[in-house]
């Protein structure tokens, strides 16, 4: 069963398109990593499933919600990390935690669950503009696991990590749909860091899928258009080539 | 809630001592003022209330709205310097009730702040006027015009606060609009229903010439205009974004 459908989603910014008609199909339960390079559209998308900005096209469906009408019903679901830490620098990490729980209606022992989570604990008291990048990373991410919602939808999540954090939030991620039975769309630059956690990946240039399904399926259908399969880095950057060559060249 | 979290928000801004000094400042300017030179005005013949709001409200409301404006930046840039409103764009609350609740806040210590400046006139006059006898209604309609008046600057300054993600850009917009109103002829009806104008309105003036409810009813209906344009411009962030 899918937790997230889209129909022919599209995003426009004038003549530039963004994301064209993209059908994504993600399962309930699962870990999606969604790749593409720079500006293939891989944030425009999860900023539209958490509202950030309105489709021009076609739709999407999360949990048998449709945007724009369930908007709250959507986010009240999702726990999201979108490209950058979103917090007040003016607060500690637990009071920024406490805002959100606030919002989401959560007992306070949830503040501190997060940041158990993500490590964050010891430094509860302190400012989060004092925070380094990597910790702000972690604030950010228990933002978006605070009471442990259903759906996570997370851009870039290892941003800033040092490797240890990386291994860290990878082994995270990958424990929560058994550990919290809920569903994870994650995008990556870090291509080995997709092959290691997704159950499915979905790639994306240009604004256009390139392939969805299993890393089995992946395989199996790059063997067949004579790509490399050795790893995942190279399967993706030829297919990108490919998909780039019958473009007329455009990167 | 709402009200709750926007003021949790503001913790170690200086938005609070702010309007207070800004308020302590304006509340002491009339009395400085009579401190050094009290037989200038006790001379003067008429309403010692009056004579003390001619001499001295246009820099106390001046005051007034360069806090307003510096507050509705600080609220704002806090949103803005490290994407707090952005969380908030992806949580189940609605962006319109969360702008409601910066501007009761605005307002509250706005009331605060004409509170203040109202006692501090009322005890001024009752000092160097001792034969005068002043009633408790009519300085409680007095301050209420005074803050009502105030309302439509106060939501214009959020609105372009919130429109403008450089803290600057709407400071600087708050300073321009503040000195282009001041120099517009205050005794220029239309002129000073404007927002940013009308808070320099006195109430003793609006009452002789019986246009109380018409500066009421014009800076409600502002407020709710202002108000309306933000919900419009988070409507179309969205759908340019």
């Known amino acids: 069963m899918n937790i997230i459908e889209t129909n022919q989603l599209t995003k426009s910014y004038g003549d530039f398109t963004a994301v064209s008609r993209l059908n994504l199909h993600?399962?309930?339960?699962?870990?999606?990593?969604?790749?593409?390079?720079?500006?293939?559209?891989?944030?425009?998308?999860?900023?539209?499933f958490l509202g950030l900005t309105r489709p021009t096209e076609g739709g999407f469906q999360i949990d048998g919600k449709t945007y724009p009408g369930d908007r709250v019903a959507i986010l009240k679901e999702i726990g999201?990390?979108?490209?950058?830490?979103?917090?007040?620098?003016?607060?500690?990490?637990?009071?920024?935690?406490?805002?959100?729980?606030?919002?989401?209606?959560?007992?306070?022992?949830?503040?501190?669950?997060?940041?158990?989570?993500?490590?964050?604990?010891?430094?509860?008291?302190?400012?989060?503009?004092?925070?380094?990048?990597?910790?702000?990373?972690?604030?950010?991410?228990?933002?978006?696991?605070?009471?442990?919602?259903?759906?996570?939808?997370?851009?870039?999540?290892t941003n800033g990590l040092d490797p240890v954090?990386?291994?860290?939030?990878?082994?995270?991620?990958?424990?929560?749909?058994?550990?919290?039975?809920?569903?994870?769309?994650?995008?990556?630059?870090?291509?080995?860091?997709?092959?290691?956690?997704?159950?499915?990946?979905?790639?994306?240039?240009?604004?256009?899928?390139?392939?969805?399904?299993?890393?089995?399926?992946?395989?199996?259908?790059?063997?067949?258009?004579?790509?490399?399969?050795?790893?995942?880095?190279?399967?993706?950057?030829?297919?990108?080539?490919?998909?780039?060559?019958?473009?007329?060249?455009?990167? | 809630m709402t009200l709750g979290i926007e003021t949790k928000k503001l913790k170690r801004t200086g938005y609070l001592p702010a309007f207070l000094g800004g308020g302590l400042l304006a509340a002491a300017f009339p009395l400085v003022n009579m401190l050094v030179r009290s037989e200038t005005f006790v001379s003067l013949p008429g309403d010692p209330f009056q004579i003390l709001m001619d001499a001295n409200w246009q820099m106390m409301a001046m005051l007034n709205i360069l806090i307003s404006i510096c507050g509705a930046c600080m609220m704002y840039h806090?949103?803005?310097?490290?994407?707090?409103?952005?969380?908030?764009?992806?949580?189940?609350?609605?962006?319109g009730n969360l702008f409601l609740g910066k501007f009761v806040i605005a307002v509250l210590v706005l009331a605060a702040m004409v509170a203040m400046e109202t006692a501090v006139l009322?005890?001024?006059?009752?000092?160097?006027f001792p034969a005068y006898e002043l009633t408790m209604p009519d300085l409680i309609?007095?301050?209420?015009?005074?803050?009502?008046?105030?309302?439509?600057?106060?939501?214009?300054?959020?609105?372009?606060?919130?429109?403008?993600?450089?803290?600057?850009?709407?400071?600087?917009?708050?300073?321009?609009?503040?000195?282009?109103?001041?120099?517009?002829p205050q005794d220029n009806?239309?002129?000073?229903?404007?927002?940013?104008?009308?808070p320099y309105q006195l109430f003793a003036v609006a009452k002789q010439n019986s246009s109380i409810p018409l500066f009421l009813g014009v800076c409600a209906a502002e407020t709710?205009?202002?108000?309306?344009?933000?919900?419009?411009?988070?409507?179309?962030?969205?759908?340019?974004?």
């Not at chain 1, 007992?107 to 400012?127: N, W």
């Not at chain 1, 950010?140 to 759906?151: E, K, N, V």
């Not at chain 2, 009806?189 to 009308?198: E, Q």
């Open chain 1, 26 to 48: 993600i399962r309930k339960g699962s870990v999606y990593g969604f790749l593409g390079p720079n500006g293939a559209g891989k944030s425009t998308t999860m900023k539209m």
């Open chain 2, 189 to 198: 009806l239309v002129l000073s229903l404007f927002p940013f104008s009308s």
């Open chain 2, 78 to 95: 806090t949103e803005y310097a490290d994407n707090g409103a952005q969380k908030m764009d992806v949580l189940p609350v609605r962006t």
């Open chain 1, 80 to 157: 999201s990390f979108i490209e950058a830490p979103a917090f007040y620098g003016n607060l500690t990490g637990e009071e920024n935690l406490d805002i959100i729980r606030k919002i989401l209606g959560l007992p306070k022992s949830s503040v501190s669950d997060a940041l158990e989570l993500v490590g964050l604990a010891p430094f509860r008291k302190r400012l989060a503009k004092k925070y380094s990048l990597g910790m702000k990373q972690r604030l950010g991410l228990a933002g978006a696991l605070i009471g442990r919602p259903p759906i996570l939808i997370l851009d870039e999540p």
């Open chain 1, 165 to 251: 954090g990386i291994h860290e939030i990878r082994t995270l991620i990958k424990s929560l749909p058994q550990q919290f039975d809920c569903t994870v769309l994650v995008s990556s630059h870090l291509l080995p860091e997709v092959e290691l956690m997704a159950d499915d990946i979905g790639i994306l240039n240009h604004g256009r899928l390139l392939f969805e399904g299993t890393l089995e399926d992946l395989k199996t259908s790059a063997k067949t258009a004579g790509f490399p399969t050795d790893n995942l880095e190279d399967t993706f950057l030829a297919m990108i080539d490919e998909d780039n060559r019958k473009r007329g060249g455009a990167r």
């Open chain 2, 122 to 128: 009322a005890g001024c006059a009752l000092y160097w």
């Open chain 2, 224 to 241: 709710v205009l202002f108000g309306l344009i933000e919900l419009i411009l988070q409507k179309t962030r969205r759908c340019v974004a």
């Open chain 2, 141 to 184: 309609k007095q301050a209420g015009f005074q803050w009502f008046v105030t309302l439509p600057t106060v939501m214009l300054m959020l609105v372009i606060a919130s429109a403008c993600k450089n803290m600057w850009v709407s400071l600087g917009i708050g300073a321009i609009l503040v000195f282009t109103l001041t120099i517009f």
